[in-house]
């Protein structure tokens, strides 16, 4: 009995928490659908007197969002494939292969894992000007299209795999290629996924970089522009910037929902292992 | 592995090597080499060394150099303009007031933020630890903060925290306090940020923690069951201790998140309130992209990166002395 009121009430405790950890959700959601009137009204409302789902198309219209969602999901996705296939190979490399100056690159990429994003925001700049990708959207995909957790999470993955079955391979005449793209990509596949899940949501949300490299409103990604109209307009019409909020929460929400498992099977491979 | 011991025994013993062995044992090294492997690294190490390497070294050349803008419009991808002038950029920096301000703000906010994440993760994690029904769902709705941006949840905290129209100033109203404009008063503007943070950031720890405790052997609990230990006991000798290796790699991780708090300070504040939320990041980007001051900016940021892996050292040395009990 004891044991069991003690459960409960833990329960209750734990309800009452995720309650108030969901209120910005809640919140979002709620002001999105208020009119631009009501939602500057004090004391505010609790839940929207008339629905305003004309925001949404509002923010899709004045706000061009169509393009800017365009971009940010071409770069998402670009970003992620070139981080996926280029991590994939040099964490196989590194886990199966031996060659000289191995240890030596490895100690290299450690040591680039301390160097703080703040320290590349201005040199990144002048690299990418004098490469003449400045306010392009290939400024934000190519500089990013590896990353040191993602050449580490591969390698660990990569090294629970048999040699004696590359071996084989090999013996059975199987070049260094096809032994990459049909014996170890197949059995990785797991890993692969929670690579794709937590490096596209990482290069959806990403703000500074995108704030650095682009000019051009055309070219702009969600964060950066609800991020700047916010900062921009005298007025800011709160309701329909909630609106263009909820579109750009809402991919990776979903992504993170429909794939929780290999996300948070990432983060803990990524952290705890490493 | 074994090659890295081997290195560490010559290094202590000069006797061992000549240059001579070394060039052998490289040549030997090189002869058995799997030449494909350089081909499955190479795109990485493209990017690596041109987007993260080269720039890197790039900032710290410029950091002891007076940059001209216009000059450094003209100058080629591979050099870095400007006059030597040793260390001025970084005496500069050392003397700037902002500077220095910027460094109080970041420690005020890391000293809301980390405590405030870690209790709230150790917390969670604990209660989700004890297997309630549901218990997955929870977890999720505690994680989902993390996959929403920085940006986004900015600007939802903007209107939670906005001066009257606000939720938690109505929810003050209602107790009859009356409101605060949090964002645009000093001493308030940084905590709601550091807040902020911490609701993104707790279901990630809170993870990490789930992971730690499930580490935890269940026969220590149930010896201290038979010895007739209270739940508070448990956590104070069992729970505690064995956290204190995750403890330390949380707290590091949270202190070098909290030196790079950029985003929700550009979005929430621009550094307002008379400067009490400018960060040591935010002031870098204004350095150098509204004032056009590269040279102290690349100072500034080498200093931030000292800071960085001093922390690092100092917790591999406390990791060591603590793995060696």
């Given at each position: 009995?004891?044991?069991?009121?003690?459960?409960?009430?833990?329960?209750?405790?734990?309800?009452?928490l995720?309650?108030?950890f969901?209120?910005?959700?809640?919140w979002?959601?709620?002001?999105?659908l208020?009119?631009?009137?009501?939602?500057?009204?004090?004391?505010?409302?609790?839940?929207?007197?008339?629905l305003?789902?004309?925001?949404?198309?509002?923010?899709?219209?004045?706000?061009?969002f169509?393009?800017?969602?365009f971009n940010?999901?071409?770069?998402?996705?670009?970003?992620?494939?070139?981080?996926?296939?280029?991590?994939?190979?040099?964490?196989?490399?590194?886990?199966?292969?031996?060659?000289?100056?191995?240890?030596?690159?490895?100690?290299?990429?450690?040591?680039?894992?301390?160097?703080?994003?703040?320290?590349?925001?201005?040199?990144?700049?002048?690299?990418?000007?004098?490469?003449?990708?400045?306010?392009?959207?290939?400024?934000?995909i190519?500089?990013?299209?590896?990353?040191i957790?993602?050449i580490?999470?591969?390698?660990?993955?990569?090294?629970?795999?048999?040699?004696?079955?590359?071996?084989?391979?090999r013996?059975?005449?199987?070049?260094?290629?096809r032994?990459?793209?049909?014996?170890?990509?197949p059995?990785?596949?797991p890993?692969i996924?929670?690579?794709?899940?937590?490096e596209?949501?990482?290069?959806?949300?990403?703000?500074?970089?995108?704030l650095?490299?682009?000019?051009?409103?055309?070219?702009?990604?969600?964060p950066?522009?609800?991020?700047?109209l916010?900062?921009?307009?005298?007025?800011?019409?709160?309701?329909?910037?909630m609106?263009?909020?909820?579109?750009?929460?809402?991919?990776?929400?979903?992504?993170?929902?429909?794939?929780q498992?290999?996300?948070?099977?990432?983060?803990?491979?990524?952290?705890?292992?490493? | 592995?074994?090659?890295?011991?081997?290195?560490?025994?010559?290094?202590?013993?000069?006797?061992?090597?000549?240059f001579?062995?070394?060039?052998?044992?490289?040549?030997?090294?090189?002869?058995?080499?799997?030449?494909?492997?350089?081909?499955?690294?190479?795109p990485?190490?493209?990017?690596v060394?041109?987007?993260i390497?080269?720039?890197a070294?790039?900032?710290?050349?410029?950091?002891?150099?007076?940059?001209n803008?216009?000059?450094l419009?003209?100058?080629?991808?591979?050099?870095?303009?400007?006059?030597?002038?040793?260390?001025?950029?970084?005496?500069?920096?050392?003397?700037?007031?902002?500077?220095?301000k910027?460094?109080?703000?970041t420690i005020?906010f890391?000293?809301i933020?980390?405590?405030?994440?870690?209790?709230?993760?150790?917390?969670?994690?604990?209660l989700l630890d004890?297997?309630?029904?549901g218990?997955?769902?929870?977890?999720?709705?505690f994680?989902?903060?993390?996959?929403?941006?920085?940006?986004?949840?900015?600007?939802?905290?903007?209107i939670?925290?906005?001066?009257d129209?606000?939720?938690?100033?109505?929810?003050?109203?209602?107790?009859?306090?009356?409101?605060?404009?949090?964002?645009?008063?000093?001493?308030w503007?940084m905590?709601?940020?550091?807040?902020?943070s911490?609701?993104?950031?707790?279901?990630?720890?809170?993870?990490?923690?789930l992971?730690?405790?499930?580490?935890?052997?269940?026969?220590?609990?149930?010896?201290?069951?038979?010895?007739?230990?209270?739940?508070?006991?448990?956590?104070?000798?069992?729970?505690?201790?064995?956290?204190?290796?995750i403890?330390?790699?949380?707290?590091?991780?949270?202190m070098?998140?909290s030196?790079?708090?950029?985003?929700?300070?550009?979005?929430?504040?621009?550094?307002?309130?008379a400067?009490?939320?400018?960060?040591v990041?935010?002031?870098?980007?204004?350095?150098a992209?509204?004032?056009?001051?590269?040279?102290?900016?690349?100072?500034m940021?080498?200093?931030?990166?000292?800071?960085?892996?001093?922390?690092?050292?100092?917790?591999h040395?406390?990791?060591?002395?603590?793995?060696?009990?």
């Amino acid at each position: 009995m004891v044991k069991n009121f003690k459960k409960r009430s833990i329960a209750l405790g734990l309800y009452i928490l995720s309650a108030i950890f969901m209120i910005p959700i809640y919140w979002l959601i709620t002001s999105s659908l208020k009119t631009n009137i009501e939602i500057t009204r004090i004391p505010p409302t609790f839940w929207p007197e008339q629905l305003a789902f004309e925001n949404f198309v509002d923010v899709i219209q004045r706000l061009d969002f169509a393009r800017t969602f365009f971009n940010s999901t071409v770069v998402s996705i670009s970003a992620t494939l070139l981080i996926v296939a280029f991590s994939t190979m040099a964490g196989y490399a590194f886990a199966k292969k031996k060659f000289l100056g191995k240890n030596f690159l490895m100690m290299m990429l450690i040591g680039t894992m301390t160097i703080p994003a703040t320290v590349l925001l201005l040199p990144l700049f002048f690299v990418i000007t004098k490469i003449g990708l400045y306010d392009n959207l290939l400024a934000l995909i190519l500089p990013f299209g590896v990353t040191i957790f993602g050449i580490f999470f591969m390698k660990q993955y990569i090294e629970d795999i048999p040699d004696s079955l590359i071996e084989a391979a090999r013996i059975d005449g199987c070049g260094e290629f096809r032994i990459f793209f049909s014996i170890i990509v197949p059995l990785i596949k797991p890993a692969i996924t929670s690579l794709v899940i937590i490096e596209f949501v990482n290069n959806w949300n990403s703000f500074t970089m995108p704030l650095v490299l682009l000019r051009s409103p055309d070219n702009f990604t969600l964060p950066l522009r609800i991020g700047l109209l916010a900062k921009d307009t005298v007025a800011v019409p709160w309701a329909s910037l909630m609106a263009g909020n909820v579109l750009t929460v809402l991919p990776v929400v979903i992504a993170f929902l429909f794939m929780q498992r290999f996300f948070i099977k990432g983060i803990l491979g990524g952290s705890v292992k490493g | 592995m074994s090659n890295k011991k081997n290195s560490v025994l010559e290094i202590s013993k000069p006797k061992a090597v000549t240059f001579k062995t070394r060039l052998r044992h490289t040549k030997e090294k090189w002869k058995a080499s799997d030449f494909s492997a350089y081909i499955f690294i190479l795109p990485a190490m493209i990017i690596v060394s041109m987007f993260i390497i080269y720039p890197a070294i790039w900032s710290l050349v410029a950091s002891f150099r007076n940059i001209n803008p216009m000059e450094l419009r003209d100058s080629g991808l591979f050099e870095v303009v400007g006059e030597w002038i040793g260390l001025d950029n970084y005496i500069d920096v050392l003397g700037n007031q902002l500077f220095r301000k910027s460094l109080l703000n970041t420690i005020y906010f890391a000293a809301i933020f980390i405590p405030l994440t870690m209790f709230a993760s150790v917390t969670i994690a604990m209660l989700l630890d004890k297997g309630i029904k549901g218990s997955s769902v929870l977890r999720s709705i505690f994680f989902i903060p993390y996959v929403i941006s920085i940006v986004s949840a900015s600007l939802v905290f903007m209107i939670i925290f906005a001066g009257d129209t606000g939720l938690v100033n109505a929810v003050l109203a209602y107790f009859g306090i009356e409101s605060i404009s949090f964002l645009s008063e000093t001493g308030w503007a940084m905590p709601v940020i550091a807040l902020m943070s911490s609701w993104r950031r707790v279901g990630y720890f809170m993870l990490i923690y789930l992971a730690a405790l499930q580490n935890i052997p269940k026969s220590l609990y149930e010896a201290s069951d038979i010895d007739g230990a209270t739940s508070m006991h448990k956590f104070r000798y069992i729970t505690w201790p064995m956290l204190g290796r995750i403890n330390m790699v949380v707290f590091i991780l949270l202190m070098i998140f909290s030196f790079n708090i950029f985003q929700e300070v550009f979005v929430m504040t621009g550094g307002g309130p008379a400067d009490s939320t400018i960060t040591v990041p935010f002031l870098i980007y204004n350095e150098a992209f509204t004032f056009y001051d590269m040279g102290s900016a690349a100072a500034m940021s080498y200093i931030l990166f000292a800071v960085v892996v001093f922390v690092g050292v100092v917790q591999h040395k406390i990791n060591k002395n603590k793995l060696d009990y």
